[in-house]
């Protein structure tokens, strides 16, 4: 990926390590013409028919004399075409596992590690359409794609959400800053950050979204991991038993020979770490990947790698640290591992950085592995579907 290139512009002049140091996290940043070069623009016709796949997520907002509805996709075709003028956003998710361009863009921000990026939104609104005032709890990026939006935005999270309506809406909200985003502009807010969003002309907004798991989340799911993972010796034993005369009393003796046999519940640093790769290399629930219908034989696969490289389906989340690589969730196997040598292993994490190898023979080992992700749909070379 061209990595430096790209980011001047993207951050308005400002390197990465001065936005991480000065925005990140920490104060809202307005990018005037922070991007626009897009091979070609998606339009309402191309939005609305992910918004009609059931594998994609899609809401549409509307407010009519102060309520807001919420519906969920898919959506059908006669749906979409009641829409009115004006007053409604339809929203759909991971766009840049459906659109090549867009998943250039979400990896412009590869300034980020992997784990910490979400996915790119596409909002569509006609003039008057809004999600209202509110704040998320995660970093964005919110860039204009055609059209017209003015965004108020104001650092006072104090307000609490109107509470019988479907989205989170601020009962109050007072701006503190207002600008109107036109094409190519983008708004970096930190988590937390009040914005009221109103389209002013029709236009879009690709929203980049980043991943914060909740601690009480990554518990819940180390946990889970440590039961599959665990195997524990021993079992309940009391050669010092006592007579007793209250046998319905858990008493002191017993909880103490439970509570000695669940210290025996530890954890290492690998194992945190091989827990990090399958967690955040999972794909989200709805995503789903078919068995290739079409998988290449070998030697063709072979043949086609050496002329065209391969890339990761768009859809695919490869990861990497010390203790192994992970792609969608799984972990190369132990063999696998072993029968890669140090320059096989170094081309793998180049497969995962850079989401793509350049055409070249490979060895064979590094091949086989390859392969068996071709198989099972992660990846293809450059130039097969
Ligand atoms: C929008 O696309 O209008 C809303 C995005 C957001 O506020 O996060
Ligand atoms: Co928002």
Redesign the pocket.
């Known amino acids: 990926m061209r990595k430096t290139a790209f980011h001047a512009p993207l951050l308005g002049g400002i390197s990465p390590e001065t936005f991480l140091a000065e925005y990140w996290q920490k104060k809202p940043l307005l990018i005037r013409q922070a991007w626009d070069r897009f091979p070609e623009l998606i339009d309402f016709a191309r939005l609305s028919e992910f918004a009609q796949r059931d594998d994609i997520e899609s809401r549409l907002i509307t407010q009519q004399n102060g309520r807001w509805t919420l519906e969920r996709g898919p959506f059908s075709p006669s749906r979409l075409k009641r829409l009115p003028e004006t007053d409604w956003?339809i929203?759909v998710q991971d766009v840049n596992h459906q659109v090549p361009h867009i998943a250039e863009f979400l990896y412009q921000f590869n300034f980020l590690p992997y784990a910490r990026l979400d996915d790119v939104?596409i909002?569509y609104?006609p003039p008057g359409?809004?999600?209202g005032p509110?704040y998320?709890s995660y970093d964005?990026f919110?860039l204009q794609v055609g059209g017209k939006?003015r965004w108020q935005i104001s650092s006072d999270d104090a307000m609490g959400f109107i509470e019988d309506a479907p989205i989170r809406v601020l009962k109050e909200f007072n701006p503190e800053q207002e600008w109107i985003l036109e094409h190519g502009d983008m708004l970096y807010l930190p988590p937390k950050y009040a914005?009221y969003?109103v389209?002013l002309e029709p236009g879009m907004?690709y929203?980049v979204g980043f991943r914060a798991p909740k601690t009480q989340e990554i518990a819940s799911k180390f946990l889970e991991y440590l039961q599959d993972e665990l195997c524990l010796d021993g079992m309940y034993s009391d050669p010092d038993a006592q007579v007793t005369t209250t046998p319905a009393q858990i008493d002191a003796q017993f909880t103490a020979r439970i509570q000695q046999m669940l210290t025996q519940i530890r954890w290492d640093e690998q194992m945190v770490q091989d827990f990090i790769g399958r967690y955040f290399s999972e794909p989200k629930p709805h995503v789903f990947f078919d068995q290739h219908s079409d998988p290449l034989e070998y030697d063709d696969f072979v043949a086609a790698v050496a002329s065209h490289g391969v890339a990761l389906n768009l859809k695919s989340q490869m990861l990497y640290n010390e203790q192994g690589i992970y792609l969608n969730g799984e972990a190369l196997e132990a063999d696998e591992l072993a029968s890669l040598t140090a320059s096989e292993l170094a081309q793998l994490r180049a497969l995962a950085d850079q989401r793509s190898l350049p055409a070249g023979e490979y060895d064979e080992a590094l091949l086989e592995v390859l392969y068996t992700y071709h198989e099972y749909g992660y990846l293809a070379p450059a130039n097969h579907d």
């Open positions: 956003t929203l939104m909002s609104a359409g809004t999600v509110h998320d964005v919110l939006k914005h969003g389209a907004t929203s």
